[in-house]
């Protein structure tokens, strides 16, 4: 059973809202990401998300969306539960090109609405991953929190180049 029990859907407090994808929604949230705007929001994931119906078929992982109305505006997931440590792990995170800038308002709304769902599920602990040439996903979580912990000394491999991950962690307890 996947933990931590989320619900499906998750209220911002903004008008917007974050629902758990579905395979009725991956198709709407994949059209609202144009073609050319992949490759750019996808350079740092190791893969993409892309088919999205195959990636939320995955059990193992539980992947939200923030909608403004029918719009979709940002996807992040949750996987690497582990009950008896308290901690997650919350990535494959992406911002659609339209709803980026304003210091990061819709990437904070939809990291706040996590934090506080995680929370109450449970989870002491948020771990983050990304490239270490990410700088603007590395600001973006120092920016919501969370402390940057350590590099990797494995390398991140993708198919063109070859990287480290760095390793950031938001404490939701002070357990």
Sequence with gaps: MFWPELPERLPTGTGREMRRVTAQDAARVEAALPGS??????????????????????????TYALWDGDRPLACTTVYNGDRSAGTVMLGYTWVMPSARGNGGAANT???????????????????????????????????????????????????????????????????
Aim: include cysteine; glycine fraction near 4%.
């Design 37 to 62: 705007d992949r490759d750019e929001t996808f350079h740092f994931f190791t893969f993409s998300p892309f088919p999205l119906a195959e990636f939320i078929a995955d059990d193992t992982r539980r």
């Design 109 to 175: 709304e939809m990291k706040e609405t996590m934090y506080t769902a995680l929370r109450s599920a449970g989870v002491g602990e948020v771990w983050f991953r990304a490239d270490v040439e990410n700088h603007r996903s590395c600001r973006s979580m120092e920016k919501n929190g969370a402390q940057r912990m350590h590099v990797e000394d494995a390398p991140r491999v993708y198919p063109d180049r070859v990287s480290q991950s760095v390793f950031y962690r938001k404490r939701l307890s002070e357990a």
